[in-house]
C-alpha cells in the first residue's frame, strides 16, 4: 500500500507471465535466491522432459523415480508451479511430515516458487495464505495428514504431489487404521467384546506385559462380522487422532482386518480404501516422487491405486551414487570388548529413558559406549536411526550424550535448524528413515540401530506370524537404504554409516537384499564388511581416515569401491512381477470388501491367486485364499459362494502347511484328528513320554526341568548339548545326540519330520559364522538320514545353527543349503521355558488316572497355547534362513 500525501492509494497487481510449456523451461524463469539451484542436473532435466510427453503430462496417477540425493524436491516444485501456472490449478505439494513440509518451503523460497506453508491445526492457518491457494496463486505445501482426514484441508485440489512416496504406506493407511494400546480401558474392552472367541491361553498372553511383542495374531474375519456391534460400543469410547480414524473406519468395520498383541491392537483395510476418499480422488492429477518405484507393486498397495504410469531413473543413474558411504560394523571387529547392547544400560524397571537423565557426561568416560561410542566421537554430530524411540533414548543414554545435546526432528516449528545450528549434538530420529536432508558437513555421521522392518502390526504379522517377508522385503530394503542417505544428499559428500544389531547386520549380509540395491551401495556394504574384520583401534583409524578423505582413504578405498560397483549388478527377484500382476487385483478386491460387496470381493481374490503362483509365494497364497473364503462365507446370499469358500479354505490349508497361524486363526475347537501328522506325532510323543519314571513324579520332573533351564541358560556349560538332547524329549521327539564325526549335536526326530542342532553357543556375539561351520552344518541331516538307515532326511527336515552371532560369511551364504536356518541361544531358551511350562500346565490339568481322548485333549490344547507343538517349533526356529 503506498500513500500520496498522507491519502492510501488503490494497488494493482503484478499480472504473472504465462507459464511455458514444460516445466523445465520454468526453471530458467524463476527468481531464484543465492540459496537456489543456478542449474538443472541432466538427470533432473530428463526426467522433467519424460514428464512433459503426452504419455505423462495428462495421466490420472504418474509416479517419478528420482533416488535419494538426485534432486526430487526441485522436480517436484517446478511441477507443482507449472501444473498451477499453466492449468490454472489448486496445486499441493504433500510430503509425510512436519520437518519435510518446513524443508520443502524453504526450498521453494529459495528457488523463487510461489509457495505457502500449511502444517499445524487447519484452524490456525493463514486466510491470506488459504486465500492465494484457492485463487491459484500459490502451491499449498503440507502434511499427508491434511489430505487423508476425516475433514481434509484441501478437499478441491486439482494437481497433487506426494514427496517420499516409497515411505507413504503409514503415512496414508494411517487414517484409517486404529491404534490401542496395551493399559487403555479399550485394550481390555476388545478383549471382553470377543468373549468366548478368543482363545483362554491368547489372553493370558495378551495380558502378560513381559510377553515378546513379536508375537502378533490375526483376529478370525468371521468371528469380527459376528461381533460388530459389540467392538463397537468399546471404540465408540475412544478419544482424541483414535476417535477419528474409528470415524474413518466405523461403516466399514466388517471390511477390517484385527491384529492384536501383547502390546496392542491395531485395526485396518489390509489396503487404504483411497478409491472412497474425494480429497485423493477428485485431483486431476496425482503425482508420486518416489526414491524407488520398486518392482512389485510396493506403490499401488500403499496409495490404493492402480494403474500408475511410471517415469524411471535416467539410464546408468544408479550407478552414479549421491556422495561416498563408509559402512563400518563394530561387532564383526577383532576386540573382547562386549557387543553394543544399549538396553543393558538401562533399568529393567523403565519403559522410558528420561530426558532429563545424564545431563552430563562425567569427567573419564571416553570410552562410554565402547567401540561404537569411539566411532561416534570423531565428529562432534550424529544422526541415530532406530526402529522407535525408545531405542533412540537408550543409544544416546548409552553413549553418554547429555540431554541439552539430544534432539529429535520436528520437535519444533524450526524441524532441524536447531540441531543445523549447534556446534555438538546427536539427532534421535526414531522412525525417521526419510525427509531429513543433512548435506554438505551438517552431519558426517549416522548410526543405525535395528531393522525397521515392522513400523505397524500388519508389517509384523506378514513377516513373523504369515513368513511372507518377501512380500514387505521391498518397503523395508527402502527404508535401509533411505535412512544410509540422510548425510549424503550431494556429489560430494561423505557419511560414516555405523551398523549396529544383529537384526540390522543379518539383513545387510544377505545376498539377495543386497542384490536389490544399486551397484554403488552394494560395493560400498560389501567394502564395509571386509574392512570391518580388524582390530578395533585400526577400525577407528580407518574410520577416521574416512571422515577425512586423506590419501590412504583416496589411494586404497576408492578405487576398490570403484572396482566392486562396476562388477555389481542390480537384481529383480523373479516372483516381483508376479506381485506386480496381482496388485491390480488386490486393490479390487479390498475396494469391494470396503463395499460390503463380499461375493465380489472373494472372487478378485480367485484371480489374485491366479497370479501369485510358485513357492517363494506360498504365504502370501495362503492369506489371500484365507481372506477369499472368508468374504465368500460372509457372502450368505450369493450363488456358488458357500462352495468356493470350503474351497478355497482347502487352498489356504494347503499353502499354510508348514505354519501355524491358519490353525491359529481357525480356533482351538479342532479334535486330535484335525491336527496335521506331524502335531499329531508331537502330542502322541508327549503323552509317552509323560508315563517315563525320570518325569513321572512331580519332584523328577522339576529337577528334570530346572536342569534344562539351567544349563541352556549359560551357553557355556558343559552339559548344553545334553539339555538340548533333554529339551527334545519334552517335545515329544525321539531324541539323541548322534556318534561319529561331524554329527549334530541334537537330533529331534519326529516320523513325518526332523531337527538338527548345530550349537554354536560358546561362541563370542562378534564376528560372523563361518564358512567351516556351514559345511558342516549343511551335511547334517543327510549324515542322520544315514545313521537312521534311510536314504535321505524327512521331508520338511531342518537344520538350526545356534549362535549369538547374526552374520555369516558370505561365501557361507553362497554355499549354505535350502534347510539351514540361523537362530540363538536366547531363542532356545525361551522355547525351553515355553514348554516347561506346558508340561507343568499338562502334570497340572491331567492328574494321575487321567488317560486316552482326555488326556490327548488336554496335551494338544496345552501344547498349542503354548506354542510348543512341533510345526510351531519349525517355525520359530526358522524364521532366519542363511540362503534366501
Known amino acids: 500500500m503506498s500513500s500520496e500525501q498522507g491519502r492510501p492509494r488503490f494497488r494493482r497487481r503484478a499480472k504473472e507471465l504465462p507459464a511455458p510449456a514444460t516445466p523445465e523451461a520454468l526453471f530458467g524463469e524463476l527468481p531464484r535466491t543465492p540459496g537456489g539451484h543456478g542449474a538443472l542436473w541432466s538427470h533432473q532435466a530428463d526426467i522433467l522432459r519424460d514428464y512433459s510427453s503426452a504419455e505423462f503430462r495428462d495421466k490420472a496417477d504418474v509416479a517419478l523415480e528420482l533416488p535419494?540425493?538426485?534432486?526430487?524436491?526441485?522436480?517436484?516444485?517446478?511441477?507443482?508451479?507449472?501444473?498451477?501456472?499453466?492449468?490454472?490449478?489448486?496445486?499441493?505439494?504433500?510430503?509425510?511430515?512436519?520437518?519435510?513440509?518446513?524443508?520443502?518451503?524453504?526450498?521453494?523460497?529459495?528457488?523463487?516458487?510461489?509457495?505457502?506453508?500449511?502444517?499445524?491445526?487447519?484452524?490456525?492457518?493463514?486466510?491470506?495464505?488459504?486465500?492465494?491457494?484457492?485463487?491459484?496463486?500459490?502451491?499449498?505445501?503440507?502434511?499427508?495428514?491434511?489430505?487423508?482426514?476425516?475433514?481434509?484441508?484441501?478437499?478441491?485440489?486439482?494437481?497433487?504431489?506426494?514427496?517420499?512416496?516409497?515411505?507413504?504406506?503409514?503415512?496414508?493407511?494411517?487414517?484409517?487404521?486404529?491404534?490401542?494400546?496395551?493399559?487403555?480401558?479399550?485394550?481390555?474392552?476388545?478383549?471382553?467384546?470377543?468373549?468366548?472367541?478368543?482363545?483362554?491361553?491368547?489372553?493370558?498372553?495378551?495380558?502378560?506385559?513381559?510377553?515378546?511383542?513379536?508375537?502378533?495374531?490375526?483376529?478370525?474375519?468371521?468371528?469380527?462380522?459376528?461381533?460388530?456391534?459389540?467392538?463397537?460400543?468399546?471404540?465408540?469410547?475412544?478419544?482424541?487422532?483414535?476417535?477419528?480414524?474409528?470415524?474413518?473406519?466405523?461403516?466399514?468395520?466388517?471390511?477390517?482386518?484385527?491384529?492384536?498383541?501383547?502390546?496392542?491392537?491395531?485395526?485396518?483395510?489390509?489396503?487404504?480404501?483411497?478409491?472412497?476418499?474425494?480429497?485423493?480422488?477428485?485431483?486431476?492429477?496425482?503425482?508420486?516422487?518416489?526414491?524407488?518405484?520398486?518392482?512389485?507393486?510396493?506403490?499401488?498397495?500403499?496409495?490404493?491405486?492402480?494403474?500408475?504410469?511410471?517415469?524411471?531413473?535416467?539410464?546408468?543413474?544408479?550407478?552414479?551414487?549421491?556422495?561416498?558411504?563408509?559402512?563400518?560394523?563394530?561387532?564383526?571387529?577383532?576386540?573382547?570388548?562386549?557387543?553394543?547392547?544399549?538396553?543393558?544400560?538401562?533399568?529393567?524397571?523403565?519403559?522410558?529413558?528420561?530426558?532429563?537423565?545424564?545431563?552430563?557426561?562425567?569427567?573419564?568416560?571416553?570410552?562410554?559406549?565402547?567401540?561404537?561410542?569411539?566411532?561416534?566421537?570423531?565428529?562432534?554430530?550424529?544422526?541415530?536411526?532406530?526402529?522407535?524411540?525408545?531405542?533412540?533414548?537408550?543409544?544416546?543414554?548409552?553413549?553418554?550424550?547429555?540431554?541439552?545435546?539430544?534432539?529429535?526432528?520436528?520437535?519444533?516449528?524450526?524441524?532441524?535448524?536447531?540441531?543445523?545450528?549447534?556446534?555438538?549434538?546427536?539427532?534421535?530420529?526414531?522412525?525417521?528413515?526419510d525427509g531429513m536432508d543433512l548435506p554438505d558437513e551438517t552431519c558426517n555421521i549416522i548410526l543405525m540401530h535395528g531393522l525397521p522392518d515392522a513400523v505397524h502390526l500388519q508389517d509384523r504379522f506378514l513377516i513373523t506370524g504369515l513368513g511372507a517377508s518377501n512380500v514387505a522385503l521391498e518397503r523395508v530394503r527402502t527404508r535401509v537404504v533411505q535412512g544410509a542417505g540422510r548425510c549424503t544428499r550431494g556429489p560430494r559428500d561423505f557419511a560414516l554409516v555405523i551398523a549396529v544389531g544383529r537384526d540390522l547386520q543379518r539383513f545387510l549380509s544377505r545376498t539377495d537384499v543386497r542384490a536389490g540395491m544399486p551397484p554403488e551401495l552394494q560395493a560400498e556394504i560389501a567394502f564395509g564388511r571386509e574392512n570391518s574384520e580388524v582390530p578395533a583401534a585400526d577400525l577407528v583409524a580407518l574410520a577416521q581416515s574416512a571422515l577425512d578423505r586423506d590419501h590412504i582413504w583416496q589411494e586404497d578405498a576408492e578405487p576398490y569401491i570403484t572396482e566392486l560397483r562396476n562388477e555389481a549388478v542390480k537384481e529383480v527377484p523373479s516372483y516381483a512381477a508376479k506381485l506386480a500382476g496381482s496388485v491390480r487385483r488386490e486393490i479390487a478386491a479390498w475396494q469391494a470388501a470396503w463395499q460390503q460387496d463380499f461375493d465380489r470381493a472373494s472372487r478378485e481374490a480367485v484371480e489374485v491367486l491366479n497370479h501369485l503362483t510358485g513357492q517363494e509365494l506360498r504365504p502370501y497364497q495362503a492369506l489371500w485364499a484365507y481372506l477369499g473364503s472368508a468374504w465368500a462365507s460372509l457372502a450368505v446370499d450369493a450363488p456358488a459362494a458357500a462352495e468356493r469358500a470350503e474351497q478355497l479354505l482347502r487352498r489356504a490349508r494347503q499353502a499354510a502347511n508348514r505354519t501355524t497361524w491358519l490353525r491359529e486363526i481357525e480356533g482351538p475347537g479342532a479334535t486330535a484328528g484335525d491336527l496335521d501328522v506331524l502335531d499329531a506325532e508331537g502330542v502322541d510323543g508327549v503323552i509317552a513320554a509323560l508315563a517315563t519314571p525320570r518325569l513321572k513324579s512331580a519332584a523328577k520332573f522339576n529337577e528334570f526341568a530346572n536342569g534344562v533351564i539351567r544349563a541352556l541358560g549359560d551357553p557355556d556349560a558343559t552339559g548344553y548339548e545334553q539339555a538340548l538332547v533333554a529339551l527334545g524329549d519334552l517335545l515329544g521327539a525321539r531324541s539323541y545326540k548322534p556318534q561319529g564325526k561331524g554329527r549334530t549335536d541334537a537330533a529331534w526326530i519326529w516320523p513325518s519330520s526332523w531337527i538338527t542342532i548345530e550349537a554354536k553357543s560358546e561362541q563370542k556375539a562378534k564376528g560372523d559364522v563361518s564358512l567351516k561351520y556351514i559345511r558342516q552344518a549343511n551335511t547334517q541331516l543327510d549324515l542322520l538320514a544315514a545313521d537312521e538307515g534311510l536314504d535321505k532326511p524327512a521331508p520338511g527336515s531342518i537344520t538350526v545353527i545356534a549362535s549369538p552371532r547374526g552374520i555369516v560369511d558370505d561365501d557361507g551364504m553362497k554355499v549354505a543349503r535350502p534347510h539351514l536356518h540361523l537362530s540363538s541361544p536366547t531363542t532356545l531358551l525361551a522355547l525351553a521355558q515355553r514348554t516347561v511350562r506346558a508340561w507343568s500346565e499338562i502334570r497340572g490339568a491331567a492328574p494321575a488316572g487321567v488317560d486316552g481322548d482326555g488326556l490327548r485333549a488336554v496335551v494338544q490344547e496345552t501344547l498349542a497355547a503354548h506354542r510348543v507343538l512341533p510345526s510351531q517349533v519349525r517355525d520359530d526356529l526358522s524364521t532366519d534362513p542363511i540362503r534366501r
Open 68 to 433: 535419494t540425493g538426485s534432486g526430487k524436491t526441485l522436480v517436484g516444485l517446478l511441477i507443482a508451479e507449472w501444473r498451477r501456472r499453466f492449468f490454472k490449478h489448486r496445486s499441493v505439494y504433500a510430503c509425510p511430515t512436519k520437518q519435510l513440509a518446513h524443508q520443502v518451503w524453504e526450498a521453494a523460497q529459495a528457488q523463487g516458487v510461489s509457495a505457502a506453508l500449511f502444517i499445524g491445526r487447519a484452524r490456525h492457518f493463514d486466510d491470506r495464505d488459504l486465500a492465494r491457494y484457492e485463487g491459484a496463486e500459490t502451491v499449498a505445501i503440507t502434511v499427508y495428514s491434511h489430505v487423508f482426514n476425516t475433514n481434509p484441508a484441501f478437499a478441491g485440489a486439482q494437481s497433487v504431489l506426494f514427496d517420499d512416496a516409497h515411505a507413504a504406506e503409514n503415512y496414508v493407511a494411517d487414517a484409517w487404521s486404529v491404534k490401542i494400546p496395551v493399559g487403555t480401558s479399550q485394550f481390555s474392552g476388545l478383549i471382553d467384546a470377543f468373549g468366548e472367541d478368543l482363545d483362554r491361553h491368547l489372553v493370558a498372553r495378551l495380558t502378560d506385559r513381559q510377553a515378546p511383542e513379536s508375537e502378533v495374531r490375526l483376529l478370525p474375519v468371521a468371528t469380527v462380522a459376528k461381533r460388530t456391534e459389540a467392538l463397537d460400543k468399546v471404540l465408540i469410547t475412544l478419544s482424541g487422532d483414535a476417535k477419528h480414524r474409528f470415524s474413518m473406519i466405523r461403516q466399514q468395520l466388517r471390511s477390517c482386518l484385527f491384529y492384536v498383541s501383547s502390546h496392542g491392537w491395531y485395526i485396518r483395510p489390509m489396503i487404504p480404501p483411497t478409491f472412497d476418499h474425494d480429497a485423493f480422488t477428485g485431483p486431476v492429477q496425482r503425482v508420486y516422487l518416489s526414491a524407488t518405484l520398486g518392482e512389485g507393486g510396493e506403490l499401488e498397495r500403499a496409495f490404493g491405486r492402480s494403474p500408475i504410469a511410471r517415469v524411471h531413473a535416467p539410464k546408468g543413474w544408479e550407478r552414479t551414487g549421491s556422495g561416498r558411504r563408509f559402512f563400518v560394523f563394530p561387532d564383526l571387529a577383532e576386540t573382547d570388548a562386549p557387543v553394543f547392547r544399549p538396553f543393558e544400560q538401562v533399568r529393567p524397571a523403565e519403559d522410558k529413558v528420561s530426558d532429563e537423565s545424564d545431563t552430563k557426561t562425567a569427567d573419564g568416560e571416553a570410552d562410554k559406549g565402547g567401540l561404537v561410542g569411539q566411532l561416534v566421537r570423531l565428529r562432534n554430530k550424529c544422526v541415530v536411526l532406530t526402529p522407535d524411540d525408545r531405542s533412540a533414548q537408550a543409544i544416546a543414554r548409552t553413549i553418554g550424550v547429555p540431554a541439552a545435546e539430544r534432539y529429535r526432528p520436528g520437535e519444533t516449528e524450526a524441524g532441524l535448524r536447531p540441531f543445523i545450528d549447534a556446534e555438538r549434538g546427536m539427532l534421535l530420529a526414531a522412525s525417521r528413515y
